[in-house]
Nanobody, 124 residues
Framework: QVQLVESGGGLVQAGGSLRVSCAAS????????MGWFRQAPGKEREFVAA????????YYADSVKGRFTISRDNAKNTVYLQMNSLKPEDTAVYYC?????????????????WGQGTQVTVSS
């Protein structure tokens, strides 16, 4: 089992920045690819970003590419999502997830463990 706890959400104005964090515990953090997803009211959960367990390579949804940066600190068992140039449409609950697979991906079904989510609200 892996326990994931997100933090750092909040209210920010459009154009602003926010960093959300996800602390992992329970199993070896470096065994997992990590991802961020989000879900807005009335919408399905969608992929945001992922980072590989092996070489730290990253992958982003087109909607956040160039604005968001995913990173991980293996010494702290933590994955981050730095969000810049935020837009009202980025408003959602943000979830981190852990995947035991060999390759990172954007399909939520490949992820084995999920956090409880943190709310990010971007005002216009």
């Amino acid at each position: 089992q892996v326990q994931l706890v997100e933090s750092g959400g909040g209210l920010v104005q459009a154009g602003g920045s926010l960093r959300v964090s996800c602390a992992a515990s329970g199993r070896t953090f470096t065994n997992y690819n990590m991802g961020w997803f989000r879900q807005a009211p009335g919408k399905e959960r969608e992929f945001v970003a992922a980072i590989s367990r092996s070489d730290g390579s990253t992958y982003y949804a087109d909607s956040v590419k160039g604005r968001f940066t995913i990173s991980r600190d293996n010494a702290k068992n933590t994955v981050y999502l730095q969000m810049n140039s935020l837009k009202p449409e980025d408003t959602a609950v943000y979830y981190c997830a852990a995947d035991r697979g060999n390759l990172m991906g954007s399909n939520s079904r490949r992820y084995d463990y999920w956090g409880q989510g943190t709310q990010v609200t971007v005002s216009s």
